[in-house]
């Protein structure tokens, strides 16, 4: 969704656009005018590779060493999603030696990021506050959301964006062997 939201407006500066994901979205790609392709061609042939993945145990360090060194010199990382799905340490590493041109990011590994970070006294390096749901409407929805969880609970109805249900099993258990 992210992606696409990028996708589109990168159209906008007449940029091919290639992409990769571990499932194909071909209605995208004919909306968007975007090309499928194996991760690897795309490492390979990318000038600006941003990254628009939820943080899983797959995604963790997906973007590795190994990734990096098959993207182009004149590459340029960008890293919006979650800090961890990039080896920071490799990362260092590439921008140093100018095995990349450049990355601009607004996670890191570890946040707050540390001020002794060498990511943050780098001249091929952008660093951005990650706010973007810093916006009114995005913070009114997530109000809403927060309301509608907290009526949800007083009813006593499971909350739609509940992620940790132990609680409730554990209740739900409880008032069945006190019967």
């Known amino acids: 969704m992210i992606g696409a939201a990028v996708a589109r407006r990168a159209k906008g500066f007449d940029m091919k656009l290639i992409y990769y994901d571990t499932v194909r979205n071909r209605e995208m ?6 090309e499928f392709v194996p ?23 997906s973007i590795s060493r190994k990734e990096l060194m098959m993207m182009k010199k004149t590459a340029s990382l960008i890293n919006t ?56 409407e995005t913070r009114v929805s997530m109000g809403v959301i927060a309301a509608n969880n907290i009526v949800a609970a007083l009813r006593d109805e499971v909350p739609q964006n509940l992620l940790n249900t132990e609680p409730l099993q554990k209740r739900a258990s409880s008032e069945t062997s006190a019967e």
Do not use: Y
């Open 39 to 61: 991760k690897e061609k795309m490492l390979k042939e990318c000038n600006f590779f941003s990254i628009h993945v939820p943080l899983l145990p797959e995604t963790e360090k």
């Open 81 to 136: 999603s979650k800090g961890e799905v990039v080896d920071e340490a490799a990362l260092i590493d590439a921008l140093k030696e100018k095995r990349i041109a450049g990355a601009a990011l607004d996670v890191f590994e570890r946040e707050p990021v540390e001020p002794s970070n060498p990511l943050l006294r780098m001249d091929n390096v952008i660093i951005v506050p990650h706010i973007a749901s810093a916006s009114l």
């Open 29 to 34: 790609e004919q909306n968007l005018g975007i």
